[in-house]
T-cell receptor
Framework: QKEVEQDPGPLSVPEGAIVSLNCTYS??????FMWYRQYSRKGPELLMYTYSSGNKEDGRFTAQVDKSSKYISLFIRDSQPSDSATYLCAFLGGYNKLIFGAGTRLAVHP | DAEITQSPRHKITETGRQVTLACHQT?????MFWYRQDLGHGLRLIHY???????NKGEVSDGYSVSRSNTEDLPLTLESAASSQTSVYFC?????????????FGPGTRLTVL
């Protein structure tokens, strides 16, 4: 079993839709949870960061963590074509090392 | 503005050749990382460094080496390139000293081994 599972998509939605992206993980020692966004042919950039169960909101983005289920989600409200990218979940392992999901490719069409 | 750069951006080489990918950051970050990204695998850690003269193996280090002689640079060397090392390589850096501090990624190097 992989340490992190993430559906690679692709996910195609119309502009304005609510998008839900998800990851499951198996290591209960993970305490820090992140979402990175990666545009085509670019490096990933940190989008959201949380270290506790519950919700964290930043503009149109909400990160949700359920430690009991080992499940994290990223919600995008009022999705825009500029949100089209690959979204990678990431978890902080030992020695400050990041463990990434495979990434979900999202396309928002006008 | 401070930044992290990688060179070359694209490289084609032949099996068995030695290849070095450069990574340079101007943030004065202590931590530097090398990842490879392949379809279906996401980003996997190759090597990392927490400071000058410090290097550590990551998840997929076989066939790769790094050295850290100064704060700004962490070159990645493929000793004898193999077709399985065809991938996109990303360098990242973080300030260090804080658990979970943000990693900043370079633009990537697309390497093809024929």
């Amino acid at each position: 079993q992989k340490e992190v599972e993430q559906d690679p998509g692709p996910l195609s939605v119309p502009e304005g839709a609510i998008v839900s992206l998800n990851c499951t993980y198996s290591n209960s020692a993970f305490q820090y949870f992140m979402w990175y966004r990666q545009y085509s042919r670019k490096g990933p950039e940190l989008l959201m960061y949380t270290y506790s169960s519950g919700n964290k909101e930043d503009g149109r983005f909400t990160a949700q963590v359920d430690k009991s289920s080992k499940y994290i989600s990223l919600f995008i409200r009022d999705s825009q074509p500029s949100d089209s990218a690959t979204y990678l979940c990431a978890f902080l392992g030992g020695y400050n090392k990041l463990i990434f999901g495979a990434g979900t490719r999202l396309a928002v069409h006008p | 503005d401070a930044e992290i750069t990688q060179s070359p951006r694209h490289k084609i080489t032949e099996t068995g050749r030695q290849v070095t990918l450069a990574c340079h950051q101007t943030w004065n970050h202590n931590n530097m990382f090398w990842y490879r990204q392949d379809l279906g695998h996401g980003l996997r850690l190759i090597h990392y460094s927490y400071g000058v003269q410090d290097t550590n193996k990551g998840e997929v280090s076989d066939g790769y080496s790094v050295s850290r002689s100064n704060t700004e640079d962490l070159p990645l060397t493929l000793e004898s390139a193999a077709s399985s090392q065809t991938s996109v390589y990303f360098c990242a850096s973080s300030e260090g000293g804080t658990v979970g501090d943000t990693q900043y990624f370079g633009p990537g190097t697309r390497l093809t081994v024929l």
